[in-house]
């Protein structure tokens, strides 16, 4: 979750096109999207009559009919409320489109990860997705619920600007366009280092803070060493040059602040001067001046505001390239398009097939090397091995988050590849090494096996991994809150929530990733009687770290490096010496002693 990023931080892209791709997502909404942009081309018609109605106001100031006046402002007032309206609307309108559309994209992108198979999980960092997830749609919520709209508004603001102009002078609109290089060129040019600048300023200040938390989470190594001097004159440092780099900004912005109001007071001083001598001359009149003024400004104003909206859209666009990226992202593993059905009751037979399989991150090293294994319905095989033998490997494959290289898996003799994922997955129950706990209720937490049960379905899965008890003893029994990450359980009671959940999903294929720590003797006794309990009648695969496991099943599987290297019961591997016995003798954590 660290590394979520900030809008500033997250890379634009040059290809503006890019935004193409939200086209999907606008077109459910085309209706909404007409009436903004009826919205949106009405308001800035308005806007540009507005100077028509000063000039008429203006013109008649020393008219002797007092009514005209009157109505000249009435209608002034009238085209205000319009304006006012309508812009109110085309906010309303825009802003639910973008909000619509970026829940949209959100719901899209989580229901596209959550299916990813463990190996996109190995390319792409959790918290990059969040950043897309969160910060990219942000970004993509402010061009589609706002910075669109208003650069199409500038952009007709502009053009319609430009032509009232012209109609109302030529000459004057041509002296505007000689004036405007002269003043757009130095504020293009300082703007652009005042860019550079205040990145640097920005860096400096990252930079500072970055310093400021490292000594500040490390201060007790940083006063044991006696290292404080050393840190202050560090962080001295980075502040100064932060400071010197806010100073340079500072100092380009006063000096453009200083050149553009000159150059634009002058400007507009300028065609006044001409437009004022026009007016003498009555070539033209005092409102039509007016008038003029006030499109030269509104046009001005639209070429700032499609300047700063660039760098936004480029940034929007960025956003839409990744998010397309997890869109599109294609999963190593997928459903056939059409898939075999497994014939119920599924009975839970698990074939390996010759399975080799290196995970992609690990193409070098054979986690399986030719496992050829049969397991019969209803039967219980222990996995034992060094750590790194390939364990957890088998019921990684067995629940199809890889595909093996060579070889194939079959459950009741399906190939597990021809099956729809979520349809064979629901004749597996897992019980992870390290059980996951949400922050939820018990009573949520165990029903996550089977959404449909009921409490009394729960309660029962609870008794029978010997749960009840210890959920009954919370503050609220089944509704207390377990917190997050399930911080107030212990190992061997996260271990048999995990295992009540397995017996609710009631499936005829059980895995169990058994814990590596050791539990005291109480929580060891309740485990493994849940265990006895939710593997009876079902076709059960653990990966042992436990005499007792062991001796209960029906088949030891031991593995090294991949490769199945003794089958047999307990008595049978004992006495045939080699790995089991020396494993046997250091590894079980509750050793020979327990015999
Ligand atoms: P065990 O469960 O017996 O301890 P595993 O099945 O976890 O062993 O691992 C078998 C081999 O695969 C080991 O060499 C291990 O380092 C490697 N491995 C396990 N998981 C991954 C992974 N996600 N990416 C790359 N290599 C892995």
Redo the contacts with the bound molecule.
């Keep these: 979750m660290a590394d979520v990023k900030t809008k500033e931080e997250r890379e634009k892209s040059r290809r503006i096109g890019a935004l193409g791709a939200l086209w999907p997502f606008l077109l459910p909404y085309r209706g909404l999207i007409a009436l903004a942009a009826l919205a949106l081309v009405s308001t800035a018609m308005i806007s540009l009559t507005l100077p028509l109605a000063v000039r008429r106001v203006v013109d008649n100031f020393g008219a002797r009919d007092a009514v005209i006046l009157d109505q000249y402002f009435g209608a002034a007032i009238v085209i205000a409320a319009l304006l006012a309206i309508g812009t109110g609307l085309r906010y309303a309108l825009v802003t639910r489109l973008g909000e619509r559309v970026v829940a949209d994209i959100r719901k899209a992108v989580f229901d596209r990860v959550i299916g990813m198979s ?1 190996s996109f999980y ?1 390319r792409i960092m959790t918290g990059e997705v969040l950043s897309r997830i969160t910060t990219d749609t942000t970004l993509i919520l402010s061009v589609v619920g706002s910075s669109v709209s208003i650069a199409l508004r500038n952009l007709l603001i502009f053009v319609g600007g430009m032509a009232l102009m012209l109609l109302t002078s030529a000459k004057l609109t041509g002296l505007v366009l000689l004036i405007v290089p002269v003043v757009v060129v130095p504020i293009l040019t300082l703007g652009r280092r005042l860019r550079v600048l205040s990145r640097e300023n920005q860096d400096w200040i990252a930079a500072s803070s970055g310093q400021a938390s490292e000594a500040l989470g490390a201060v007790q190594t940083v006063q044991a060493y006696t290292h404080e001097n050393v840190s202050r004159s560090a962080f001295a440092g980075v502040t100064e040059k932060s400071f010197d780099a806010a100073m340079r900004r500072v100092n380009t912005r006063a000096l453009m602040t200083v050149i553009v109001i000159f150059l634009v007071f002058s400007g507009v001083v300028g065609v006044l001067w001409v437009g004022a001598r026009d007016v003498r001359a009555e070539d033209m009149s005092a409102g039509a001046l007016v008038q003029f003024v006030i499109y030269a400004i509104m046009v001005a104003g639209a070429v700032a505001a499609l300047s700063e909206i660039w760098g936004e859209l480029q940034r929007a666009a960025g956003a839409t390239e990744r998010l397309v990226e997890l869109l599109r992202s294609i999963d190593a593993v997928s459903d056939p398009a059409t898939p075999a059905q497994l014939a119920p009751p599924v009975r839970g037979r698990i074939d390996f097939e010759d399975v080799s399989f290196a ?4 193409p070098g ?1 054979q ?1 399986l090397d030719h496992v050829s294994l049969s397991i019969s319905p209803g039967e219980t095989v222990a996995f034992v ?10 019921i ?1 494959l067995l629940l199809r988050f890889y595909d093996p290289d060579t070889g194939r898996i079959t459950l009741d003799g399906v190939n597990l590849a021809s099956l729809r994922r979520d349809h064979f997955r629901r004749h597996v129950a897992l019980v992870p090494q390290d059980p996951v706990i949400f922050a939820a209720s018990a009573r949520e937490n165990i029903r996550f096996g089977r959404p449909d049960a009921t409490d009394a379905e729960i309660e029962a899965a609870a008794k029978a991994a010997a749960a009840h008890d210890f959920i009954m003893a919370l503050p609220e029994g089944y509704d207390s809150g377990l917190g997050e990450r399930g911080v107030m359980l212990s190992g061997g009671q996260k271990q048999r929530i995990a295992i009540a959940r397995a017996i609710l999903r009631d499936a005829p294929v059980l895995l169990l990733d058994e814990a590596t720590s050791a539990l005291d003797a109480e929580s060891e006794r309740a485990v493994q009687h849940a265990v006895d309990e939710v593997s009876s009648g079902r076709t059960t695969l653990i ?1 042992a770290h436990r005499l007792a496991t062991v001796k209960k099943a029906d088949r030891i599987v031991v ?1 090294d490096e ?1 490769r199945i290297v003794a089958v047999g019961s307990h008595g049978e591997l004992v006495s045939g010496g080699g790995l089991y016995a020396r494993l046997a003798q250091l590894q079980f954590t509750d050793g020979l002693a327990a015999e």
């Design positions: 463990p190995e995970y992609p991150a690990r090293t986690a091995g060094p750590s790194g033998a390939g364990k957890t490997t088998i990684q990966v593995m991949g």
